[in-house]
């Protein structure tokens, strides 16, 4: 079992930045590969952004490439999202998620999940 619990969320303004953290506890960290994933008010769960075991490679939706960046210290046990110039499309329940996948953005293939971290961008 791996547990992740999201932090970081609040409210910012249109044009802001905001850094998401998960901390990951329970099974080896570095033996998977990390992404986040979002959900916006009546909408489906999206892919945001993967970065392998190593942290050598990452990936992003086009909708966010760019602007956020996804990082991780195996050390710390710990995945980041730093988003930059935040949009009011950006809202959302943030997840982050823990796969033995590398490279994936289907959200099936991830096997672990936070609770999430609520983000408002306002206009």
């Known amino acids: 079992q791996v547990q992740l619990v999201e932090s970081g969320g609040g409210l910012v303004q249109a044009g802001g930045s905001l850094r998401l953290s998960c901390a990951a506890s329970?099974?080896?960290?570095?033996?998977?590969?990390m992404g986040w994933f979002r959900q916006a008010p009546g909408k489906e769960r999206e892919f945001v952004a993967t970065?392998?075991?190593?942290?050598?490679?990452?990936y992003y939706a086009p909708s966010v490439k760019g602007r956020f960046a996804i990082s991780r210290d195996n050390a710390k046990n710990t995945v980041y999202l730093q988003m930059n110039s935040l949009k009011p499309e950006d809202t959302a329940v943030y997840y982050c998620a823990a796969s033995s996948i590398e490279g994936t953005t289907r959200q099936s293939w991830y096997d672990y999940w936070g609770p999430g971290t609520h983000i408002t961008v306002s206009s």
């Open positions: 329970g099974r080896t960290f570095s033996n998977y590969a």
């Open positions: 970065i392998s075991k190593s942290g050598e490679r990452t």
